[in-house]
């Protein structure tokens, strides 16, 4: 299997992939040269930089993923409607104004499109992005709804000089949610010097703009005085997450089991880790970056810092890509549960091991040896 390299594109050999197979079996939309309904968001390509096509994505469905987990939608429920879900795409430049309504509106906005051909099956795996299974090329497009502009929103995209880490970071903390910050920034809306950008790229930038913003706070947070262990589960994603007493530091050891969606017969273990500042894109790519802003969430919320390590446990049962929103929501939700507190290092080794049924996982982490052998001002508290 070479799934992670190939994402449908038949590298393995087999007449049909079967991931793509599974959606293909759920795209019942008929192939339709006209829509007009609920568009909840805009979508950029990045192929061919900066000469980009994106257009609205068409769905009677919100696209907003706590949703989906909150209304206890399965694997098989989110991939009927991705199956569903409608990708217009054209040269972004005429369409762009209506795009930005879609992009600053908090609700979704009814739209009229026409194709210049019926729309169809035009499936691709990213593992960043929700994957959408029909694509059409616009002819044109229509915003009929005025959209709905939280005043946070209005008031950042209104100030041209204002950074655009520094944009995600003040309408994070105005309680606009990531999901919406990336679409403004795919549409250009943030920034001092604006331009539309790749959907994928946009979720990963605002998931580290937002992060890097409060891991400056946390580290002038006094540090936890106990160690604790968080864990959940969603999609056959196990996220376990390992808080110890320190200064910032934050690892995370991806695990994805034999015959998962991205290994083969053997297991894939990745490892990367960062002190206050991230050299380089990490190896894990945006599932590194969603699970340090669930984290740094908490641990600005409870004014705390910590040294954090992240374990994520991937099995066979995922067999769809839906996103690297499934690790933020399901660290979110680990963060929200009350963790199991350690007495020692050893302890919450073997509890992460136990709750991630990986226990083996120590012996990958470079983390761990530092904590148990270096000395800190932290160890003379007392």
Known sequence: MMCATCKGKGMCGLPQCPVLKRFH???RTAPVREFMGYSPSLFIGSYGYPRVAGGPLLIDDADNPPSWVASGLGIEDIVD?????????SHVTPYLPALQELAISSIPLDVEVRFTRPVSFDLTFDGTVAPVGLSGSLERMKVIDNPKVDPSVDRVISDTD???MGACSELHQSGIDVYQISGLM???LIGRRRKVVPT???ITAVDDSVSIALK???ARYSSIDHIRVFSNDLYANRIIVVLLPGDWRYEMIERWGPRSLWSGEKESITVDREGMKKKGYSPISGAY????????EYLEATRQCARVIVIRNVSADYWAPLGTWVIREVARGAMNKPGIPCETVDEAVTIAGMASGFPGWGSYSTLLPEIRNQRTLFDFRF
Do not use: E, P
């Open 25 to 27: 079996a759920q795209a």
């Open 81 to 89: 409607i991705r199956a569903r879900t409608i990708r217009g795409m």
């Open 289 to 296: 970056y969603s699970a340090r802003l669930a984290v740094a």
């Open 186 to 188: 795919s549409g250009g």
């Open 216 to 218: 400056q706070k946390i």
């Open 200 to 202: 994928r790229w946009s």
């Open 162 to 164: 204002l950074g655009a």
